[in-house]
C-alpha cells in the first residue's frame, strides 16, 4: 500500500515550532485534509487545524502553506509517494499547529 508523508508544523507562539513526521496511507481521491484527519483519527488526536467542511458545512478555513505556496489543505490532492511541507498560513495570528485566527 502506498503512503503519503506529511512533515507538519506543530507548536504554538509560547513553545516554538517542531515539525513533526506522520506516515498517511494513501488511498484515491484522498486531499490533504483527509490526510490530516487521518492523523487525528489514527496517530495524534492533539493535532490542531481550523476546519468547517465537516460540521458546518463552510469553507475556506483549511488554510496552510504547502510546500512553501498557501492553498486550502481540502482542495490539494495527495500524490501516492510523496512527501509534503505543511505549516501554518504566515501573516495570520498563530493559534496552535496548523490553527491561525481568522479574525
Given amino acids: 500500500m502506498a503512503n ?5 508544523v506543530r ?3 509560547e513553545t516554538g515550532r517542531r515539525t513533526e513526521d ?7 481521491g484522498m486531499s490533504l485534509l483527509d490526510a490530516i484527519f ?4 489514527h496517530q495524534d488526536t492533539s493535532l490542531a487545524v481550523r476546519y468547517s467542511c465537516r460540521s458546518a458545512n463552510a469553507c475556506k478555513e ?3 502553506v504547502v510546500d512553501g505556496k498557501a492553498g486550502y489543505l ?5 500524490v501516492p509517494e ?3 511541507h505543511i505549516e501554518p498560513t504566515k501573516g495570520l495570528p498563530w493559534i496552535k499547529d496548523l490553527a491561525t ?3
Avoid: F, Q
Avoid at 22 to 28: F, T
Fill in 82 to 84: 510523496s512527501e509534503v
Fill in 74 to 78: 481540502c482542495s490539494i490532492r495527495a
Fill in 62 to 64: 483549511c488554510m496552510a
Fill in 101 to 103: 485566527s481568522m479574525e
Fill in 11 to 13: 507548536g504554538d507562539a
Fill in 22 to 28: 506522520y506516515e498517511v496511507p494513501y488511498h484515491d
Fill in 38 to 41: 487521518w492523523i487525528r483519527e
Fill in 4 to 8: 503519503v508523508t506529511l512533515h507538519v
